[in-house]
Nanobody, 123 residues
Framework: QVQLVESGGGLAQAEGSLRLACVAS????????MGWFRQAPGKEREFVAAISRGGALTYYADSVKGRFTISRDNAKSTVYLQMNSLKPEDTAVYYC????????????????WGQGTQVTVSS
């Protein structure tokens, strides 16, 4: 059974930082592309970032490019999202996801989702 458990969400001030982590189990982690998505109140879930199996390739939504960094530690079966220069519009529930190909994660729905972690950015 695949499990994705996110952590690291919380309250931050604008221009502050947060680091999300997602620990995966039930699969061979290094075989999977991984990604982060988010859903703000009243909005559809949207792609944030993705990373290839080995970590060499990363992809970002335009809205977070230059501020967020996705990384992974295959030895720990963990993917991270470092979020800097946070804005109030980054407020959302952030979801970790398992995908097949990193560069398609913004287009093809992921295979598995985590339960989400709330990020709230105050102005």
């Amino acid at each position: 059974q695949v499990q994705l458990v996110e952590s690291g969400g919380g309250l931050a001030q604008a221009e502050g930082s947060l680091r999300l982590a997602c620990v995966a189990s039930g699969r061979i982690f290094s075989n999977d592309a991984m990604g982060w998505f988010r859903q703000a109140p009243g909005k559809e879930r949207e792609f944030v970032a993705a990373i290839s199996r080995g970590g060499a390739l990363t992809y970002y939504a335009d809205s977070v490019k230059g501020r967020f960094t996705i990384s992974r530690d295959n030895a720990k079966s963990t993917v991270y999202l470092q979020m800097n220069s946070l804005k109030p519009e980054d407020t959302a529930v952030y979801y970790c996801a398992v995908g097949r190909v990193a560069h398609q994660m913004g287009v093809i729905p992921p295979d598995y989702w985590g339960q989400g972690t709330q990020v709230t950015v105050s102005s």
